[in-house]
């Protein structure tokens, strides 16, 4: 039995403002870059200094088209997808290979009031137009059991 498992999530800022571009049969492909927050790093125990990986993410379809709509350059982001590594010939015939994240799915993760444009939509890449999740920022419903007696432990 092999394991295979490639599922990435990823939030934080977008780089610089989103371009939308169709292929040549028209598919709508998006590629941009997030910057993700590492933390602190520790140079001794009172300070630290901040850095963050910037990670290239390409999105298509509906995707694509929801993220150029609704997020600009520093616009927070959560993207879930998996991570794809490609390989060409650039015009010096010297072998060129990039490791992106093919994003499934895109959502907000700032309010309305924290990022200005936000609104409480997702997406997915299986041609699911942006729908308006009703359950945004409230917990599920859940029956209580309050008694412990059937409880094996």
Not at 25 to 49: C, D, H, M, P, W
Request: charged share 20%; with cysteine; net charge negative.
């Amino acid at each position: 039995m092999s394991l295979n498992l490639n599922k990435v999530v990823l939030a934080g800022r977008i780089t610089a403002d989103p371009e939308l571009k169709q292929t040549t049969s028209g598919i709508s492909v998006l590629s941009f870059t997030i910057a993700v927050n590492r933390g602190y790093v520790s140079k001794n125990s009172e300070q630290g200094e901040r850095q963050a990986d910037f990670i290239n993410v390409v999105a298509w379809r509906q995707t694509a088209e929801f993220i150029s709509k609704y997020f600009r350059k520093g616009s927070a982001i959560c993207v879930t997808g998996s991570i794809q590594t490609r390989t060409w010939q650039d015009q010096q015939g010297q072998k060129r290979y990039v490791t992106e994240v093919v994003a499934d799915e895109a959502a907000f993760v700032e309010s309305r009031s924290e990022g200005g444009n936000n609104q409480p939509y997702t997406t997915d890449a299986y041609g699911t137009a942006p729908s308006y999740s009703s359950n945004a920022g409230s917990a599920p419903n859940f029956e209580d059991h309050n008694t412990d007696d059937d409880l094996p432990f």
